[in-house]
């Protein structure tokens, strides 16, 4: 007989299948015998009257041995807590798919073969839904079936009963059960249960296949949200930077090597009583070297260097900051003497007075954790904290108050003996063509006035791929003069593709640029116009050198303002119509009416105040008159129209040259300072940067580049 068998409990739909036809001939043809067999249809889903299937057992034992059998590898799994989620899932979906209800038998089965037999000793009506009903016989001595309601079921007793005659106090006793599965009282916990497991689940899997085979993948790291993410270089190996790496900066040196000393022989300040500065902060633009110079003070005094950015404290979970600080400083006193490192430490470090948005309690949670761990550790810990920032002056002031961050190092973008050192810094690994000497390191340093140490870096790098990329064996002059104009100008676009009167336009714009800064008293030295388009929008550019400047008067000033305007007003006299070729000189020129007149006092009308505000005062509270707007208004643009005047005077005084340099723009797309002595004669005015005159102009050849800042990428 099939009928008994693992495959009846396993699959209930496929046993109901098979064994109905059976059941229901049995039923149609002798009853008695299909009364007899009702528990086998139960066991599909029934749980009393259940016996054990060996064969079942014995079945699937066989199947796990048997190692051909593909899905098996699925069930190679080492520890039962792997199988602890897949199998709760699989329980309760199996159980869902059981819990259906396959009785078999109907009401009717039961009123005809055992009711009216009189063969009914007890009934128990389960849930309103479901009977169980006691047999006086042995085999069976149970069966079950469903009911759709109750008071239909009892009327249907009760007429029976009626009809056969028993008197009440003989009839039938039915009780009412209310009876709940195990599972009933799992289902409120299932979905925490679920996620728990899910959670333990793919955490194990993940820390099995971490990256590098090791373990501790992705989500094994969620364990360690509050570590700190410091990177500790070790003093022995990792550092190896000192300060002759360092170029330029040394009053910042200087003032750092205290911390060298201390950390080297700190007897030498503690029997004198001294107290160490905890920390320091160097502050300065992007790219100037203080993670380098921080590095170099852990290189020099020979200790163990923890370096982390302020914004990898920043976690949108509150305390992750404040948990990350304090795992920072264990570490560090397990490593004292050692330097700490916080780069951007703006991040944390922010004032914490409210802003426009409100106050940022995590972020003042984990700068005050700061704060905490700064006063907690003693001079004799030998910690020093340094931290690197751009921004010093939006610091909180706790920060930078005595005890904590009290040394304020500042580091400028470097001057031209800086860039040079720097040079010879980074040309170091290069190989050139011939040694390095001060004047090649000088010309380059000349070339980029305003570049930091990150861009000479960067640059020198460049030069060598442009070198290789040429199949030259060495790097020469010419490769780092590409590179210059590279980092400053952007990629050169030759597949830009301009209609001729595109182009016609660009020539003109430019040419009416260099004419102004030719002719104006206070314009850098120009060194080259081209038409070739750059980088991301510029069409053309002029480019010039200004020279390291640290005060600008008015008159240059205005002499900016007025190259800045050349190419508008070359397309106002050489064309009929102007293009959008000068929005970006147009924002040059605003910026710098804006600054003479609100900041700088260069309006006799408006006299010597600033009007500049922050932007978010200026939102929430007006700070002046009506009157000041309107004559902040008209004092803005009259010095614009005044500039715009003398660009036009001048240029069109000088129009036959705005031709001639146009028309060369047209044919050789890019003219040198050479091409311009040629067509216009030399400059009527002394060149005053220094830099220039001292290692460009002596060899005043077709050595042209740009610079960084202004008069770049006039477009
Ligand atoms: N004074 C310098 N001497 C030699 N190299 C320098 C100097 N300054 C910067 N560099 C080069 O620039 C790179 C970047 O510098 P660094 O990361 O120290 O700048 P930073 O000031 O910390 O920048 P940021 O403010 O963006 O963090 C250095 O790795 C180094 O190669
Ligand atoms: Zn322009």
């Known amino acids: 007989m099939f009928v008994k068998g693992s495959m009846a409990r396993l699959r209930p739909g496929l046993a109901r299948m098979r064994l109905q036809p059976l059941a229901a001939g049995r039923v149609g043809q002798n009853r008695c015998f299909s009364v007899a067999r009702p528990s086998l249809f139960q066991y599909s889903g029934r749980r009393f009257n259940e016996e054990p299937d060996k064969n079942k057992n014995k079945k699937d034992k066989k199947d796990e041995q048997d190692p051909n059998r593909p899905p098996q590898d699925l069930f190679k799994r080492t520890k039962w807590t792997d199988w602890i989620f897949p199998g709760l899932v699989i329980t309760l979906l199996l159980n869902s798919y059981s819990g259906e209800e396959n009785n078999q038998m109907t009401f009717q089965d039961f009123k005809v073969n055992f009711l009216e037999k009189g063969l009914v000793k007890k009934i128990n009506v389960i849930n309103g839904t479901f009977v169980e009903a006691e047999l006086v016989t042995q085999h069976p001595k149970s069966i079950a079936f469903s009911i759709g309601s109750v008071e239909f079921f009892e009327r249907e007793i009760d007429q029976v009963q009626d009809r056969l005659g028993i008197p009440n106090n003989e009839r ?52 360690g949200f509050g570590k700190s993410k410091a990177k500790l270089f070790n003093k022995e190996t990792d550092i190896t930077v000192k300060f002759k790496d360092v170029a330029g900066c040394d009053e910042a040196k200087e003032e750092i090597m205290e911390f060298v000393t201390f950390l080297k022989e700190p007897q030498k300040y503690e029997k004198l009583g001294a107290k160490i500065p905890k920390g320091a902060i160097l502050s300065g633009p992007p790219g100037t070297g203080k993670t380098l110079l921080a590095k170099a003070t852990a290189g020099e005094a020979g200790v163990p260097f923890l370096s982390v950015s302020g914004s990898e404290f920043v976690e949108m979970y509150v305390g992750v900051g404040a948990s990350r600080v304090r795992d920072l400083f264990a570490t560090a006193r397990k490593n004292a003497p050692c330097i700490i490192f916080v780069d951007e430490i703006d991040a944390i470090g922010k004032s914490r007075e409210a802003g426009p ?191 390291d ?154 050595q042209d580049t740009p610079h960084p800042d202004q008069g770049a990428q006039m477009a």
Not at 179 to 198: A, E, N, Q
Request: charged share 30%.
């Open 172 to 223: 039938i006793p039915v009780s009412y059960l209310r009876r709940s599965s195990i599972f009933s009282y799992i289902m409120p916990f299932v979905p925490t249960l679920i996620l728990i497991g899910g959670t333990y689940y793919l955490a194990r899997q993940f820390q099995k296949r971490g990256p590098n085979g090791k373990g501790g993948g992705p989500l094994n790291n969620i364990m």
């Open 549 to 702: 400047e640290y005060l600008i008067s008015q008159e240059q000033f205005e002499h900016r303002m007025i190259m800045a305007l050349g190419g508008r007003v070359s397309e106002e006299i050489n064309f009929d119509d102007v293009t959008t070729g000068a929005a970006d000189d147009f924002k040059k020129v605003t910026q710098m009416a804006n600054a003479m007149i609100l900041r700088l006092g260069m309006s006799k009308k408006l006299g010597t105040i600033t009007f500049e505000t922050s932007n978010q005062q200026a939102q929430v509270h007006k700070l002046f008159s009506e009157e000041t707007f309107e004559l902040i208004d008209n004092e803005v643009k009259r010095v614009i129209n005044e500039a715009h005047g003398k660009c036009k005077k001048l240029l069109t005084e000088k129009i036959d040259e705005v031709e001639k340099v146009a028309q060369e723009l047209l044919t050789k797309e890019v003219l040198t300072r050479d091409d311009m002595i040629r067509l216009l004669g030399p400059r009527p005015f002394e060149e005053k940067n220094d830099a220039f005159k001292k290692y460009l102009l002596p060899k005043d050849s077709s």
């Open 357 to 547: 948005m409100g106050s940022n309690d995590e972020k003042e949670a984990t700068l005050n954790q700061l704060l905490v761990e700064m006063d907690g550790f003693e001079d004799t810990d030998h910690i020093v904290v340094l931290a690197g920032t751009n921004r010093a002056d939006i610091l909180d002031k706790a920060l930078t108050r005595p005890g904590r961050f009290d040394r304020h190092i500042s580091i400028d973008r470097p001057d031209i003996e800086g860039r040079k050192a720097i040079y010879k810094v980074h040309l170091r690994p290069l190989k050139l063509a011939e040694p390095v000497t001060d004047e090649f390191a000088g010309r380059l340093a000349a070339l980029t006035p305003g570049f930091s140490g990150a861009d000479i870096s960067n640059c020198c790098n460049e030069a060598a791929l442009i070198a290789a990329r040429e199949d030259c064996d060495v790097v020469e002059l010419v490769h780092f003069e590409k590179a210059i104009e590279r980092v400053i100008a952007g990629l050169e676009r030759k597949s830009r593709v301009l209609s001729p009167e595109e182009k016609k336009t660009v020539a003109y714009h430019e040419a009416g640029h260099a004419i102004c800064g030719w002719y104006l008293q206070h314009a850098d030295p120009l060194l080259k116009v081209s038409i070739i388009p750059r980088g991301q929008g510029a069409l053309g550019y002029a480019q010039y050198l200004p020279g």
